[in-house]
């Protein structure tokens, strides 16, 4: 069973500041049509449907990034920010997000097709969205939401960034620049919007050649949109439109935030008060909310709250005190949970989560958290009872079949483990982490052959064909594999050839015109 991962950083502070490697953001666009393309099962953003009533402006722009480029674009962010630990791996936390997301981005015209939800280890107030659909919500937003509706009113807003193509239209406009001139902008922004708005300044200030005033006026018009498209879908989506302006609200309270700096493009900034004023305006146009916040939301709130908790931090002790004084609902009661697992008191959390089961049997969170408890008690049985259970009661459900896989595996029994994560990945729309615990659980369970395969799946997730082609090699390679396993990995590794030789056949007719159009004399007789 894995432990509850922490995070360093006061709760104040940035937990997190990954200095992404700034040649990685110059390869992400200078050398974009050179990169890898996920094969056709890779979902990708399809432009808005005809008599869509979304605004012209959010067309995609093709005079420079394809809808293929704007998902490999964002796949190598998502990839760097992984890598880098800078994401929360978590089952639950992916569930839960994503959930609410697709909620959101199923009002647009794409239906909600190829968004990717995650969340930063990072206690800032900020979200931001790459192209590709990757939508990206720090930890210290989550925290500092009151409700769901404010935390999905900012979901809201980046998802419409993303169906607008705003980036992508922005990295467009700036086409007349050289392409190095571009990537380095880009470059800057995105390392702005992770390692702070030092940094974004100083690369924005370095990059030569650009319209400030353009730039103004143009993220000005693309956070105009995102809140107009974005409250469209907050409330059709069933939740509270009033949940935007007063997340909004919450955000201006914030002073000394470290994203002054970076572009409006990326985060919601700035954030004035005709622009709560106008939200106000808006939500007031839709018809009354009728439903309630998910109970989920509570406990994901106060799962993330532990996850990136500092370790000198007694987080149990303050929950402890809060629910002493009466003011305490269902999260607190979680949260309060997962502390004591954290600090080495299992068997208090068995206590605590026991009865919340009983009283909640249709919140997954508390089984998976009182097997958790279970087997951090010593009680491995237990653990593997309660998990059954729920696999009964809630059958394919991600974070319940992960979490019973790992401790599967903890006990000794990889093979069960590797059976139920193949079924899982074959009926849902796996995640990195759950492609990679299968490969460690095939690889546990003695099957090389898979244990290579399910990397290369791994690294298909992440936009990396060439080392997936690797994997898959050395699948095929493997002992004593089947000949169904064999046609298996062969299959792949021809389909994931056939990408990186169409993409280097496309990249060399690329530099063949930019030759032949360098020697094209210039002007005419």
Known sequence: MRKLATAAGGPTSLMYRPAIPFAVLLLAVATLAAAD?????????????????????????????????????????????????????????????????????AQSAEGGKGFQYSVIKDTSINAFAVPGGFVFINAGLVLASSTESELAGVMAHETAHVTQHHIARFIRDQSKQSLPTMAALL????????????????????????????????????????????????????????????????MSRHEGLATTYIPAMLIDHPVTTDRIAEQKARAAQFPPRKGKDSQSYDLIRERIRVLTATGDVDLADQYARK?????????????????????????????????????????????????????????????????????????????????????????????????????????????????????????????????????????????????AAQQLQLALAAPNISQIQRQRYQARLDEVRDYLASTRKRQLASDTGDQQGQRQPRGGR
Do not use: C
């Open 187 to 250: 470059g800057a922004i995105l390392l702005g919007a992770i390692g702070g708005g030092q940094a974004a300044e100083g690369g924005i200030v370095a990059v030569q050649g650009l319209s400030v005033q353009h730039q103004i006026n143009f993220t000005r018009d693309n956070e105009w949109e995102a809140d107009r498209v974005g409250i469209g879908f907050l409330a059709g989506a069933g939740f509270d439109p009033y949940g935007m302006g007063q997340m909004f609200e919450t």
């Open 323 to 467: 629910i002493a004084h009466g003011d305490t609902n269902l999260g607190d009661r979680y949260g309060e949970a997962l502390a004591l697992m954290r600090s080495n008191r299992a068997d208090q959390a068995v206590r605590i989560l026991t009865p919340l089961v009983q009283q909640h049997e249709g919140l997954t969170l508390l089984h998976a958290a009182l097997a958790e408890a279970q087997a951090r008690a010593g009680h491995v049985e237990e653990a593997l009872a309660t998990f059954q259970h729920a696999e009964q009661l809630f059958p394919r459900n991600v974070p319940v079949t992960v979490r019973y896989a790992e401790e599967l595996m903890a006990a000794g029994k990889p093979g069960e483990a590797h059976n139920m994560l193949l079924d899982l990945f074959n009926n849902v729309p796996p995640t990195p982490d759950q492609i990679r615990l299968t490969a460690l659980a095939a690889s546990a369970a003695g099957d090389p052959g898979d244990a290579y395969f399910y990397m290369g799946e791994y690294q298909i997730a992440g936009g990396d064909l060439s080392l």
């Open 37 to 105: 393309e996920p094969p056709a099962s890779q979902p990708l953003i399809s432009p808005p449907a005809a008599g869509s009533d979304l605004p012209d402006m959010g067309s995609p722009a093709a005079e420079l990034l394809s809808q293929s480029d704007e998902y490999r674009l964002g796949a190598m962010v998502a990839k760097e920010l992984r890598d880098q630990n800078a994401l929360i791996e978590d089952p639950e936390v992916s569930e839960y997000v994503n959930g609410v997301g697709m909620r959101l981005a």
